[in-house]
């Protein structure tokens, strides 16, 4: 079985932090770009943050930069995502999904191309 599965998310404060993580099974990261995606009511679902296989190559959206970190550990499968400094309109359902990269080394926030997706985490953020 191939899948990938999120947690971390919860409920928290403007200015909290929340770090998420993205775990696969049935196969290794190692191979894979790895991007993080969110979804809020009503809106169309928008890139994160992602990384390349080789974690030379890391992307963050404008929303994003200088609040959210994101690492990956390939030997634990594992993605993390750290928010901090959170703020209302980060309020969504975070999804990571896995790219398989056979002769690059690059990743997108574009979605299409992913491979495997998980189910999501909710993150709220509200006073």
């Known amino acids: 079985q191939l899948q990938l599965v999120e947690s971390g998310g919860g409920l928290v404060q403007p200015g909290g932090s929340l770090r998420l993580s993205c775990a696969a099974s049935?196969?290794?990261?190692?191979?894979?770009?790895v991007a993080w995606f969110r979804q809020a009511p009503g809106k169309e679902r928008e890139g994160v943050s992602c990384?390349?296989?080789?974690?030379?190559?890391?992307t963050y959206a404008d929303s994003v930069k200088g609040r959210f970190t994101l690492s990956r550990d390939n030997a634990k499968n594992t993605v993390y995502l750290q928010m901090n400094i959170l703020k209302p309109e980060d309020t969504a359902v975070y999804y990571c999904?896995?790219?398989?990269?056979?002769?690059?080394?690059?990743?997108?926030?574009?979605?299409?191309?992913?491979?495997?997706w998980g189910q999501g985490t909710q993150v709220t953020v509200s006073s």
């Open positions: 049935g196969f290794t990261f190692d191979g894979y770009a």
């Open positions: 990384i390349s296989p080789s974690i030379k190559r890391i």
């Open positions: 999904a896995a790219d398989r990269m056979i002769f690059s080394d690059f990743c997108t926030l574009v979605p299409g191309r992913q491979d495997y």
